[in-house]
Each structure stands twice: as structure tokens, then as C-alpha cells.
């Protein structure tokens, strides 16, 4: 009996605490951010997205050095988003946090918008990045990627 109880408080306590945090620190972000979208950016950054989702030099970089199948390259735009988003996000809360020590809220609230994205697309990339790995491990990215990673890293060191 003991079992079952623990069983079924575990799970609602784990489900009652990630309903609070989405309440409490995504709500907001994830409603304004589309918002904003709908109603001022989608007209004017619809056609950047398409630009940069369709663009022949990307796909080709991609599909060469990047990923191991063609169809792979439709994430190379919004992975590169995404790498620039979370180390400006990143960046920027560090040196705030590291120069300061504290975090304003608005910066705490700047910063859950910006990992949401306007319209969602930061939210939506990571979404699909991390399920992308989760169904396909190692399956995405090329061998050449793996073989030009270590002389990257030690370039950059």
C-alpha cells in the first residue's frame, strides 16, 4: 500500500511543480513573444526566416560538412539561431551576474523571452533539436563533422 501511494505522490508533485514554474516563468514570456509576432515582426521577419531557411549556400555547407543526410539540413538555419541566441543570452546574464551580483528582474524576464524567441522559433528550435538527438542519436551529424571537430576546438583554445 505504501508503494502505491509514494507512486502516485511522486508523479503529482513532479507534474504540480513543472505546472507552477510554466505558470510562474513561461506563461507570459510564451504569450507575448506571440504577440509580438502576430501583431509587429511577422510581416517584416517572415521573409529574413524563408531567406535564410531556403538559402542554397547554407544547405550546401550543411548537407556537405554538417549532417550526415540532406534532409538534415532544414535544421542548420535554427541551429545556428539557436547557438547565437543562447550565447548572447548566456553571455549577457554572466557578465551581468559575474559584474554585479545580482539580476534585475527585468533581466530574469528578458531572459525567458529570449529563449522563447519571437513567435516561439527559439522555443520551437531547441524543442526540435532536442527531439531530433533523443529519436535519431548520432545519426544527424556527419562523420566529416566529427573528424573537423577537434581541430575547431583547438583553434579556438
Request: proline share 5%; net charge positive; aromatic share 16%.
Amino acid at each position: 500500500m505504501k508503494m502505491i501511494i509514494q507512486s502516485r505522490i511522486l508523479p503529482f508533485v513532479f507534474g504540480l511543480a513543472m505546472s507552477i514554474n510554466f505558470a510562474c516563468f513561461w506563461a507570459v514570456p510564451i504569450a507575448g513573444m506571440g504577440l509580438l509576432w502576430k501583431h509587429l515582426f511577422k510581416a517584416l521577419l517572415m521573409p529574413i526566416y524563408e531567406a535564410i531557411d531556403e538559402n542554397k549556400t547554407c544547405r550546401w555547407f550543411a548537407t556537405t560538412y554538417i549532417y550526415a543526410k540532406p534532409e538534415h539540413a532544414d535544421f542548420f538555419a535554427i541551429s545556428v539561431l539557436l547557438l547565437l541566441n543562447s550565447a548572447v543570452t548566456l553571455g549577457t546574464v554572466f557578465w551581468w551576474q559575474l559584474s554585479t551580483g545580482s539580476l534585475p528582474a527585468w533581466l530574469v524576464f528578458a531572459y525567458f523571452c529570449s529563449w522563447v524567441g519571437i513567435g516561439g522559433r527559439i522555443l520551437g528550435g531547441a524543442y526540435a533539436m532536442a527531439h531530433k538527438e533523443v529519436n535519431q542519436p548520432m545519426n544527424v551529424l556527419s562523420p566529416l563533422f566529427f573528424s573537423i571537430l577537434p581541430r575547431l576546438l583547438r583553434f579556438c583554445a
